[in-house]
C-alpha cells in the first residue's frame, strides 16, 4: 500500500484546512487509517484513526477534527475546523492495523503534510 498525503498548507489561526490521503493497493478498507502528527522537537501523535465501524480521536482535539473514509475512493480525510497555532505539525497518513495507534505496528506511512497555522 501506498499513502499519498495532500492538503496541507498555511492558514490563519481560526480557519479550517482538508487533508486527504490517497491508498493505492486493494486492501485499503481492510486497515484502520489514521492521521498521526509530529510538531518540531516532538513525538509523533495521534490526531485520529478509522476504521470500518470505529474512530478514535486525541481527546484534546474531539470537536474540531473530523476524520473520514472513502473506501471506494481508496482515500481518508481529515476535517480540521478553528485551528490553533498549536497545532502546526506534519501531518502523516497511516496504515494500521487497529485504530490504537502504536509507532511500532503501522503498517505503512505516508510522506506527510505540513499545516502552518498563524497566529
Known amino acids: 500500500v501506498q499513502l499519498q498525503a495532500s492538503g496541507g498548507g498555511l492558514v490563519q489561526a481560526g480557519g479550517s484546512l482538508r487533508l486527504s490521503c490517497a491508498a493505492s493497493g486493494r486492501t485499503f478498507s481492510s486497515y484502520a487509517m489514521g492521521w498521526i502528527r509530529q510538531a518540531p522537537g516532538k513525538q509523533r501523535e495521534l490526531v485520529a484513526a478509522i476504521s470500518r465501524r470505529d474512530t478514535n480521536y486525541a481527546d484534546s482535539l474531539k470537536g474540531r477534527f473530523t476524520i473520514a473514509r472513502d473506501n471506494a475512493k481508496n482515500t481518508v480525510y481529515l476535517q480540521m475546523n478553528n485551528l490553533k497555532p498549536e497545532d502546526t505539525a506534519v501531518y502523516y497518513c497511516?496504515?494500521?492495523?487497529?485504530?490504537?495507534?502504536?509507532?511500532?505496528?503501522?503498517?505503512?506511512w505516508g510522506q506527510g503534510t505540513q499545516v502552518t497555522v498563524s497566529s
Open positions: 497511516a496504515a494500521m492495523g487497529t485504530i490504537y495507534y502504536n509507532p511500532d505496528r503501522v503498517d505503512y
